[in-house]
């Protein structure tokens, strides 16, 4: 069966400090790759997409990049953090284009806190 | 563009008592429904999903949504909730279209169902 792995769980960063949260699929091949961000009252905002080993596709101009150097990894990064990147940040996959045959699934997500 | 709007940020129900929380999305074109379930730092479990046929769908934990094209409408019910229903709920679409982006599921903002004893 299929899981995804997201670490670290927590993690609390100080401004202008750099970031690397990583997420790693197993038990499927070419998986399409996402990171999200839920903010408060906000909701969940697509950052990143990948449908393949560094093919990146940003969804929204921001402080954060993204990279997959292999294919079931994905890499979120920050190389100077803002006190606007704090929230809780969700790694996904999906086997094909987003569908009831392709749905969705998210890992456990990463709470981050800059300060 | 598809968007989905979820009318109420906060359900605060009874145990036992029936819910309903409430989904409407727009789009030009034909598209998919999901929900999903956000269990307190968690990531999100998907509950349910539309793709075509019936427009009556069961979910897990004895959760359905009904698809009403005429009020672009998929409202999640569920007769008797548990204090384990506890939890925030996503409702989501995605076109069905394929020459578009691969980021296509769009989320709402949420509903967060508060079951009290």
């Known amino acids: 069966s299929q899981t995804i792995h997201q670490w670290p769980a927590t993690l609390v960063q100080p401004v202008g400090s750099p970031l690397s949260l990583e997420c790693t699929v197993e038990g499927t091949s070419n998986p399409n790759l996402y990171w999200y961000r839920q903010a408060a009252g906000r909701g969940l905002q697509l950052l990143f997409y990948?449908?393949?080993?560094?093919?990146i596709s940003s969804e929204v101009p921001q402080n954060l990049s993204a990279s997959r150097p292999q294919d079931r990894q994905f890499i979120l990064s920050s190389k100077k953090l803002l006190l606007s990147d704090s929230g809780f940040y969700l790694c996904?996959?999906?086997?094909?284009?987003?569908?009831?045959?392709?749905?969705?699934?998210f890992g456990n997500g990463t709470r981050l806190t800059v300060t | 563009a598809q968007s989905v709007t979820q009318l109420d940020s906060q359900v605060p129900v009874f145990e036992e008592a029936p819910v309903e929380l409430r989904c409407n999305y727009s789009s030009s074109v034909s598209v998919y429904l999901f929900w999903y379930v956000q269990y307190p730092n968690q990531g999100l479990q998907l509950l349910l999903k539309?793709?075509?046929?019936?427009?009556l769908v069961k979910g897990i934990n004895g959760f359905e949504a009904e698809f009403n094209k005429s009020q672009t409408s998929f409202h999640l019910r569920k007769p008797s909730v548990h204090i384990s229903d506890t939890a925030e709920y996503f409702c989501a679409v995605s076109d069905q279209g394929y020459g578009g982006s691969q980021g296509n599921l769009i989320f709402g903002k949420g509903t967060k169902l508060s079951v009290k004893p």
């Open positions: 996904a996959w999906s086997t094909d284009r987003v569908s009831p045959n392709s749905p969705l699934h």
């Open positions: 990948s449908v393949g080993i560094g093919q």
């Open positions: 539309y793709l075509s046929g019936s427009t």
